[in-house]
């Protein structure tokens, strides 16, 4: 199993930038993908990105492509998500999570692990 802890949410005003970042121990021997998700209030969670073990393949939502970056550190097991130009439709609950295996997924279903989520508050 992998266990997931991410950190780095807080309040930041419209355009402005916050970085996540999610760790990630356990079973980190094998091959994983680590994504983003985020849920607002009253709405369901839905995908932000996701990056493979090795980095090479990234997979980002419409709402995020070229505002939000993915990556991931060289030992493999802290995933970071770079936000820029944040909007106050960016506020939401951001969730890291994990599968195993190399296959890029925006389908929450498809990933085992999650962590406890991180509070990320735009105002306008």
């Known amino acids: 199993q992998v266990q997931l802890v991410e950190s780095g949410g807080g309040l930041v005003q419209a355009g402005g930038s916050l970085r996540l970042s999610c760790a990630s121990s356990?079973?980190?021997?094998?091959?994983?993908?680590m994504g983003w998700f985020r849920q607002a209030p009253g709405k369901e969670r839905e995908f932000v990105a996701a990056i493979t073990w090795s980095g090479g393949s990234i997979k980002y939502a419409d709402a995020v492509k070229g505002r939000f970056t993915i990556s991931r550190d060289s030992a493999k097991i802290t995933v970071y998500l770079q936000m820029n130009s944040l909007e106050p439709e960016d506020t939401a609950v951001y969730y890291c999570a994990a599968r195993y295996g190399n296959s890029l997924y925006s389908l929450e279903k498809r990933y085992a692990y999650w962590g406890q989520g991180t509070q990320v508050t735009v105002s306008s």
């Open positions: 356990g079973r980190t021997d094998s091959t994983y993908v």
